[in-house]
């Protein structure tokens, strides 16, 4: 080896040595300010709520106290923003240009507030009584202290928040967040992203939900063996009508049969099956998609980064301890009650029984 | 003139003398000092007028070009034998035969350097190829942080908090501050551990108020502080104590976020999840520099974030170590009857704190006396290293399941690599002393790019310490740094010299081609 090798050789493994540990750096500083995806944008929604809730109690108090004695006040703030503060008798259609379909104010009502059909509203809206979203309107945000109603097919674009209830007509939307202190009834072929309330109702309600019978005898028959060995040791299958009282781990694919009871937790790097009427008591969690029977009960969170099925009449948490459904893709069946929140990160919906049994 | 030639050969002697007395003497030191006399004889001395004026002492000190840099190491063709009347001194009767068998020894410590760090080196190349392509793999594609479940049932959880650190008054205004802090967590899942000096009475009093505010939530763990008391040693005496599910180490003076347990337990809900390693940087109220940093450490791990910034948060599940533990050996044992999960990837995250190799060298050695569900430090120790490296033959084992390979993989890798990246370290400074300069660059500058940081990950600077760390030595190697300094400053003069060298044959070779250069025994040439 010359000289000249030598040292190009030094020069160039000192340079990989003291540059290539920064690459790394240099991407992240390379990336400027992070466009985080939508799940991080989530809890600042939440975070938007409630300064929007904090911003109308401080600055909009007195407003919406003169609005109900002397009728609807328009104005806009420091910053040039329109408002409209609307009294309890006053509607919002009256406040209107005929034949507009664009609304830039904001929106506060001292009583109820009801949104036209097919009216698109940039700023949010804020009601002490109720709000009324009528078909095919897009709004922004709405806070209320009394219950919400979304109309067919129209949609929330960032959140929305109810001291009471808030119920979504068929194929409504509500994009982003949405809480609520009561309940939230989703109808049919609705869809949703983030829901929050201690009582999540899907689509059509059954009149009685089947009540579980839990077997308090644990018994579980092994799997057929191969060669004196469980199974091939990544799939295992539970056969119907088995109590397992244990977690089950998996490598590969989870099958649990038909009204079977698992008191523990489940967990499947591939997919997880889950007949009808099952009973698990604890959490079931997946990197592949999990399907869920009908008439199921799952007391702890239900995670999934692929895709989450969920039958007729299935229940996730209880009302005493509340639990979380998270998946990249929730396809929620009618029937189905949900305590605690609700998750899709990319695509949450309530489908029909056509879709279903398809 | 005839004067110096006694004291040159007096001094040349004398250097021979000195290179026998000291075997790691350089002999490159020695070549270069011959080199710098040569230099020094044109200006010290005229110019010699003719060739019958060179003595036979003069015919060893050739300076052909190819001959300049002696520096280089010699051809691998040439031996001690042919190359021995060539030398200086080998030209002097009595000192015949001491430089042959100097030279020979010293090229075969050299040979046997170069060997062994030939194969240190292709192992750390092998291990800089794999672990980049993996933090590279990861940090390009790296998935979004979990987002935290809002409703689940949340296990309990001890936090311990080391308080021997030198400041007392932070350490007691922690304590103090803790009963009111909002936590996003249930409280009274939130379990206390206060590790302190009972004889720190300041912290001490902040303690007993703790668990005054605190009643059955806090379990206090004085432990007097010394050499022993170290937070490996704390952290098997709160898994001992603690009543929680997870264990959380918080070694910072400040307080916590109130964002950071409830998106720290999360991952620990996934059955399959025994431990979870997180490095939050902490928020402040204000500043910019931090929001950034914050953005840092969820992009770059922990690259930004420093020991002394950062929050270390070791979420251990107990049970879930124990229930890996026992599936390990089983897996050893009766590898036929290992059934899946085998918990191989969940152990790698383990792996960068050395559970894992501790782990597997428990099981290598489980003894009858020994509790199966004993959860020992996660600080390495050496003989644990040794176990590792021992069980790298499971590796080529075809009766050991994949998720045991895969664990002694992990365990080995972990292990073993500190210790090479020792032996190559040495085997460059060797080689650096033994002649071979520029090997012994190269492999620094390889050594440098495969340095360890305390995690396990390659850093970008020297990590003598932390590999030392992790190879299980103590606080001795610490010197080592220092060390490190001064071999990089004889490195640069090395270096210097030798492009010197390198620039200088153009303006001098001529002038000395003029002289007589042939070597002794020749006939012919300018002179003749």
Same mark, same amino acid.
């Given at each position: 080896m010359s000289h000249s090798e030598a040292l190009a050789l030094l020069a160039g493994l000192g340079t990989l040595a003291l540059l290539f540990p920064l690459l790394p750096l240099v991407r992240t500083l390379a990336r400027g300010a992070p466009t985080p995806p939508l799940a991080e944008d989530t809890p600042d929604l939440a975070t938007q709520a409630a300064t929007f809730q904090r911003m109308v109690s401080e600055q909009f108090g007195h407003l919406l106290h003169l609005a109900r004695e002397s009728g609807p006040i328009r104005g806009a703030n420091e910053n040039g923003s329109p408002f409209i503060v609307l009294g309890i008798a006053n509607h919002l259609a009256e406040q209107l240009p005929p034949g507009s379909r664009h609304l830039r104010s904001l929106v506060l009502a001292a009583g109820h507030l009801d949104i036209p059909g097919e009216l698109i509203c940039d700023r949010e809206l804020f009601a002490e009584g109720r709000i009324n979203i009528a078909h095919d309107a897009l709004v922004r945000g709405a806070l209320s202290r009394r219950d919400i109603a979304v109309g067919r097919y129209a949609r929330v674009t960032r959140w929305v928040r109810s001291d009471r209830r808030i119920d979504v007509a068929e194929a409504g939307q509500i994009r982003g967040w949405a809480s609520a202190v009561q309940e939230i009834t989703l109808a049919r072929r609705c869809r949703f992203e983030h829901l929050r309330a201690p009582r999540i109702l899907f689509g059509r309600q059954p009149e009685t939900h089947p009540q579980h019978q839990a077997d308090s005898v644990g018994r579980f028959d092994p799997p057929a063996r191969n060669h004196q060995q469980p199974g091939n040791g990544r799939n295992l299958k539970i056969p119907p009508g088995h109590a397992v009282k244990s977690d089950l781990l998996v490598s590969g694919r989870l099958v649990i049969g038909d009204n079977c009871h698992i008191i523990g937790d489940l967990r499947a790097d591939k997919s997880i099956v889950i007949g009808s009427n099952v009973i698990i008591e604890g959490s079931v969690f997946a990197d592949g998609p999990i399907s869920i029977g009908s008439g199921c009960a799952i007391a702890g969170p239900v995670r999934s980064s692929d895709e989450v099925h969920l039958g007729f009449h299935c229940e996730i948490g209880t009302q005493a301890a509340p639990s979380t459904l998270m998946a990249g893709t929730l396809l929620i069946s009618e029937g189905c009650v949900a305590y605690g929140s609700v998750r899709a990160l990319r695509h949450g919906e309530v489908i029909t029984d056509e879709r279903a049994a398809q | 003139m005839m004067s110096t030639q006694p004291i040159r050969h007096f001094r040349l002697v004398c250097m021979m003398l000195f290179a026998l007395c000291l075997p790691h003497a350089s002999q490159a030191t020695t070549d270069l000092t011959v080199d710098e006399e040569l230099r020094a004889a044109p200006t010290a001395m005229s110019a010699p007028a003719s060739a019958a004026e060179s003595t036979p002492a003069d015919a060893g000190l050739n300076l052909t070009p190819s001959r300049h840099l002696r520096s280089m190491p010699p051809? %691998? &063709?040439?031996s001690p034998v042919q190359t021995a009347p060539d030398h200086p001194v080998a030209a002097t009767p009595a000192a015949g035969q001491i430089p042959a068998f100097f030279f020979s020894k010293t090229r075969l410590l050299r040979s046997a350097l170069t060997v062994c760090w030939l194969l240190t080196a292709a192992l750390l190349c092998l291990h800089l190829l794999r672990e980049w392509a993996r933090v590279m793999r990861v940090r390009v594609r790296r998935p979004d942080r979990s987002i935290a479940l809002e409703h689940a049932q949340w296990p309990t959880v001890a936090i311990l908090l %080391?308080?021997?650190? &030198?400041n007392s008054t932070a350490s007691a205004l922690l304590v103090e501050a803790l009963p009111t802090h909002n936590f996003?967590? %249930?409280?009274?899942r939130i379990h206390f551990i206060p590790l302190f000096d009972p004889a720190n009475r300041r912290v001490t009093q902040a303690v007993a108020r703790l668990a005054q505010a605190c009643p059955d939530r806090v379990q206090a763990l004085p432990m007097m502080s010394?050499?022993?008391?170290t937070l490996a040693a704390a952290l098997h005496a709160a898994n001992a104590c603690s009543i929680g599910t997870a264990l959380v180490v918080y070694e910072q003076e400040g307080l916590p976020p109130q964002d950071w347990l409830r998106q720290s337990v999360t991952p620990l809900l996934d059955p399959a999840i025994g431990a979870v390693l997180t490095r939050v940087v902490p928020r402040q109220p204000e500043g910019f520099v931090q929001a950034r940093l914050n953005l840092l450490a969820d992009h770059a791990d922990t690259l930004i974030a420093t020991q002394a910034d950062a929050l270390s948060l070791l979420l251990c599940g107990k049970a879930r170590i124990r229930a890996l533990r026992r599936q390990a050996v089983k897996s050893l044992q009766t590898p036929d009857l290992a059934q899946a999960p085998d918990g191989a990837s969940i152990v790698q995250a383990l792996t960068h704190m050395g559970w894992q190799s501790h782990l597997l060298g428990e099981v290598l050695?489980?003894?009858?006396?020994? $509790?199966?569900d004993l959860i020992l430090s996660p600080r390495m120790r050496f003989s644990v290293a040794w176990r590792s490296i021992r069980m790298a033959s499971i590796l080529l084992n075809p009766r050991v399941t994949s998720g045991c390979r895969k664990q002694v993989r992990a365990a080995f890798f972990s292990a073993a690599l500190p210790l090479l990246w020792l032996l190559s370290l040495m085997s460059c400074a060797a080689l650096y002393f033994a002649g071979s300069p520029l090997l012994a660059a190269a492999g620094i500058a390889l050594c440098a790019a495969t340095s360890f940081d305390p995690h396990g990950q390659p850093g970008p600077a020297f990590g003598i310490a932390a590999a030392a760390r992790m190879a299980?030595?103590? &606080?001795?190697?610490?010197? $080592?740094p220092l060390t490190c300094f001064s071999f990089i400053d004889r490195l640069l003069a090395g270096l210097l010299t030798l492009l010197h060298a390198h620039l200088e044959p153009p303006a001098l070779l001529p002038s000395r081609a003029a002289q007589p250069v042939m070597p002794a025994g020749t006939a012919g040439g300018p002179q003749s």
């Open positions: - | 051809a %691998p &063709s040439a %080391p308080l021997n650190g &030198s996003d967590y %249930p409280a009274e010394g050499r022993n008391t050695v489980c003894g009858e006396h020994a $509790l199966p299980g030595l103590r &606080s001795e190697i610490q010197l $080592l």
